[in-house]
């Protein structure tokens, strides 16, 4: 039997404007618990009254009709145990919802062929047998559902010049677009005009239009303008959108030169994100640079200029202050957002907040780290060696360092990690490693007090993946195809290479991307919550951390200050 004892109703952001925000549905998932018992998982919607309740109903395939399956409405959770499941049965599930004893239809719906066995997750069948790179996830057709647009091969080759980093790319990179249930919609060639790698050909999915289904944004090129040796030095360069429901290119602009940003090194990093400059729409944000001169450009949805910056002339003290990613955020509270390239920051009109001087960072990772402070931090690992500092905790609205390794460090690796693992330490905790040259762990909580330097931490990963699994309010950690808790038990394996972390289906709780040969694999939890908190998804800071996660290193998405679990 299965008991849920309490609810926690999330509170719903004070909105002051209009926002341009995706529609999405029910997001129902069903999975086996066995081979008689199943778990069906909805979100909750923000739009949602906070005394709604939910009706779960199931149709056996070829058999009955819909029939409701739970006995009294479910006004705890948005999860139910069905009980009354039969091996070798296959399933649809759909939600209604309740309120004042009325029930109302909602969108979306679940399929469910029922094994023997505890399986938290279904598969997408790709159309070859290729591992995927990375995946953006939006709603290509409309229908509210999350859909996939996976790039692939899993081949990746790094500009920089030492042996070992650039390798001639053996084939294009193409970009899939899948639906929610599999069905393959088209292929987009990327050509040789842009190398197989991951400075190379950013790309991005958002519904920015405002159409009701997301375009796809990416770096494109022309004809094969390769040198001998397989490196692309010239030719013209585009920032191009493609249409939803064909991968047509439908409008195109140019890109960023590569003019004044030396070698061949530091012109090939690009980048893609979004920012809700106006506070109430999408705005494309193109950059080009890292290690050197830095370009950045916000696009509205025509691939109109909106603003132009450049780290030369009086902005000359920031170059090379560039992250591997970017983050977006409103850090100054004015309900519009910012952009963090690094470890500076540009105001909602390009014009900079504020500088840190710390150089150029690895790790960075923006949240309500410290709930003791007003605003949000921003927790960054420095790759650049650094005399103190090089593992830090810095507020978003001033730059303003809180606290820091007080040592030097050599070069902090990897994409790290933020989450609230440990209930003896109020706030989320900041893990960090070192490389090439160093041998430094860092986890420390968020006041700035060191938990452990210890190897053994993350098993020695440098790039671990914290997450919302079980049933409670702190965040599990998944690394080397574990799901555990910090100092704690093993919860669950998972097979692949993690591509995205992210709450795309079911509850509140977050699933796991993962890529094997032929497969798209979603992992959902099954572990039953007694809590109804709304969809991360509907967190603008989340959502658009979620959308760049195609662009640049992978750094799972975080709340903002509207949203908290």
Known sequence: MYIFLVATVMLRPMETVSQQLEKIDRGVVATTLSGTEAYIGWRLLKEDPADIAFNVYRKEIGVTDFIKVNGMPVTTSTNFVDTTVQTGRAYRYRIRSVRNSKESDTSGEAYLYVISDNRPYY????????????????????????????????????????????????????????????????????????????????????????????????????????????RVVEGKEYLVKLDPASGKIIKKT?????????????????????????????????QRGTYTVIKTEALDKNLKRIWYFESTGEYEKYKGQGQ???????????????????????????????????????????????????GLEIFYGIESRSPKNGVCLVDAKTG???????????????????????????GIECYAGEAKGGFEFFLYNAKGERLSDSKDI?????????????????????????????????????????????????DWREEIVVSLPGELRIYSTNIPASSKKICLMQDRQYRMSVADGTSGYYYPAQLGLQQKP
């Open 123 to 230: 598969s997408i069948r790709l159309n070859d047998e290729v591992m995927v790179k990375t995946v953006g996830i939006a709603d290509l057709d409309g229908d509210g559902a999350y859909d996939f647009v996976i790039q692939h091969p899993n081949f990746n080759t790094d500009p920089y010049h030492e042996p070992g980093y650039w390798k001639r790319s053996q084939d294009t990179y193409k970009l899939d677009a899948y639906t929610s249930k599999g069905k393959q919609l088209w292929r987009y060639d990327m050509g040789w005009a842009i190398e197989a790698g991951t400075w190379y050909a950013p790309y991005l999915v958002y519904d920015v239009d405002g159409d009701g289904k997301a375009e796809v944004y990416t770096k494109a090129g022309e004809g094969d303008p390769r040198e001998i040796d397989g």
């Open 254 to 286: 140019d890109w960023l030169s590569r003019d004044g940003h030396g070698t061949y090194n530091y012109w090939s990093r690009n980048f893609l994100d979004l920012a809700y400059l106006d506070g109430k729409s999408p705005s494309l944000i193109m």
């Open 324 to 374: 591997h990613s970017i983050l977006t955020a409103d850090i100054d509270g004015d309900g519009k957002d910012e952009v963090i390239p690094g470890t500076f920051a540009l105001d909602d009109d390009g014009k900079p907040l504020w500088y840190t001087g710390l150089k150029h960072n690895d790790v960075g990772y923006i949240a309500d780290i410290d709930p003791s402070r007003p």
């Open 400 to 426: 303003e360092i809180i606290w820091g390794y007080p040592e030097k460090t050599f070069h902090v690796h990897g994409q790290g990690m933020i989450g609230d693992i440990d209930a003896d330490h109020p």
């Open 458 to 506: 993350m098993g020695g990963n440098l790039s671990p993946r914290a997450l919302w699994w079980d049933a409670d309010d702190l965040k599990e950690i998944c690394s080397q195809q574990k799901i555990f808790k910090f100092k704690g038990d093993t919860l669950r394996q998972v097979e692949g290479k993690i591509v995205l972390v992210a709450d795309i289906i079911g």
